[in-house]
């Protein structure tokens, strides 16, 4: 009955053909806000435990949901909110990135099982996982080349970001960030796609790799960098310093720190609305979202009534630190 309940209030706001921002919260499911008036809109019971990572397929039929508890992904109906398959992963899902008909999700089996995470590749048109590549430990971050021919992953556990051939999954190389710093997180690629920026949360910095993924420079940050994001004109890199309660603003072209917005605590991860007019973060040790002005660098309000808010994205696509505007 809940899931009935969540599925016609849901449907009964229009969001299918909205402006729509999709928030996980780890101790609920999935809410929906307008994300013109940034007003909550619905719920969506996911059927599951724990749900983190989320992501919308390019084509907006689908939601997906990584959930860390039930070590699965949730498959719904983005138009009506309605479960259509729950897919089996892995202990510890976490993070899920689209391409195409195909899916990837990070988790992680137990240390006594070998210890390293995997990426299952899930085709989500046979709503299976179809391969499962091995990465380093605790893996965090996905992102792809801008060509698709590359899956980049972040391991926070041994200081590698991994990068692997599409559709193969075969390991193309490896790079080692413990000279620069540790624990890398979050990760995006350059606007001109000619490389990519990887947080280090605990070393307090970012790093930049060129197209040949050779590391090019380090920039400080304030404590704990995780996700990151650009503006839609390529001009400005915006960054969550998560233990610092701040979003951090830099010359997307020099790097060079122009602002601090104070947020939440512990905000992950955010996303542009599409309109480009707010950023929304969820800030998990805060319970709630900030919302924050990309034009003025000031924060805005903060929308109250969630747990432990984990991911946030918007539909149609827009820039954030789980995807990207196409």
Same mark, same amino acid.
């Given at each position: 009955?809940?899931? +009935? ?6 449907a ?9 921002l ?35 397929? #390019? ?5 997906? =949901?990584?959930?860390?508890?039930s ?5 719904? $109906? +983005? ?9 089996? *992963?892995?202990?510890s ?7 195409g #008909?195909?899916?990837y ?5 137990? =240390? ?5 995470? #995997? ?44 990068i ?14 413990a ?17 990519y ?16 993924? =050779? ?5 400080? =940050? ?40 104070k ?6 991860h ?22 924050? $002005? ?13 747990? *432990? ?10 820039n ?7």
């Amino acid at each position: 009955m809940k899931f +009935r309940i969540a599925t016609a209030l849901f449907a009964l706001t229009g969001a299918a053909g909205a402006q729509t921002l999709y928030v996980t919260d780890q101790q609920g499911g999935v809410t929906t806000l307008d994300a013109k008036t940034l007003t909550i809109t619905g719920k969506i019971d996911i059927g599951a435990q724990g749900p983190r990572g989320i992501a919308v397929t #390019h084509d907006g039929k689908l939601l997906l =949901t990584a959930n860390q508890g039930s070590g699965d992904l949730s498959v719904i $109906d +983005r138009a009506s909110g309605r479960i259509l398959a729950h897919i089996q *992963i892995g202990p510890s899902t976490e993070m899920v990135r689209v391409q195409g #008909h195909t899916a990837y999700a990070t988790y992680e089996p137990p =240390t006594d099982k070998g210890g390293l995470a #995997h990426i299952a590749i899930v085709d989500l048109d046979q709503r299976r996982v179809i391969n499962s590549i091995p990465s380093g430990h605790e893996t965090e971050g996905l992102e792809f080349s801008p060509d698709g021919k590359y899956l980049l992953v972040t391991n926070e556990g041994d200081d590698t970001v991994s990068i692997y051939n599409l559709p193969a999954g075969t390991l193309a190389h490896s790079v080692k960030t413990a000279d620069f710093g540790t624990r890398p997180r979050g990760i995006k690629r350059l606007p001109d796609g000619n490389g990519y920026v990887v947080s280090l949360e605990f070393s307090d910095k970012f790093i930049v790799l060129d197209k040949h993924f =050779t590391i090019t420079k380090t920039v400080p =940050t304030a404590a704990s960098p995780y996700g990151l994001a650009f503006s839609p004109d390529g001009a400005k890199l915006f960054v969550a310093a998560a233990k610092a309660g701040l979003i951090q603003v830099f010359d997307a072209r020099t790097y060079a720190h122009l602002a601090d917005i104070k947020v939440g605590k512990r905000c992950w991860h955010f996303s542009f609305t599409p309109d480009n007019q707010h950023i929304v973060a969820a800030c998990g040790r805060s319970g709630a979202l900030s919302v924050v $002005d990309p034009i003025t660098l000031k924060p805005q309000q903060t929308i109250e009534g969630f747990k *432990i808010p984990w991911g946030v994205v918007a539909y149609p696509a827009a820039n954030g630190t789980l995807d990207t505007a196409r």
